[in-house]
């Protein structure tokens, strides 16, 4: 996604695709394994995104 020539991080459209459907982040954290805060501190870039476990 480009908005104004500024890329998006992974939490920004995590976050856009949660809201897009209507999910809270307990929702999305339930769909994924991982804790509601785990959700918080990806979509506001305060934690780093190493991607899902294999």
Same mark, same amino acid.
């Given at each position: 996604?480009? +908005? $104004?020539? $500024?890329?998006?991080?992974? #939490? *920004?459209? &995590? ?6 459907? #209507? /999910?809270? *982040? ?6 994924? #394994?991982?804790? $509601?805060?785990? +959700? /918080?501190?990806? $979509?506001?870039?305060? &934690?780093?995104?190493? #991607?899902?476990?294999?």
């Amino acid at each position: 996604m480009i +908005v $104004e020539g $500024e890329l998006f991080s992974i #939490g *920004q459209r &995590m976050k856009w695709w949660r809201e897009r459907r #209507g /999910y809270s *982040q307990k929702m999305l954290g339930d769909l994924i #394994g991982r804790p $509601e805060n785990w +959700v /918080y501190k990806i $979509e506001n870039d305060r &934690m780093p995104w190493i #991607g899902f476990p294999s």
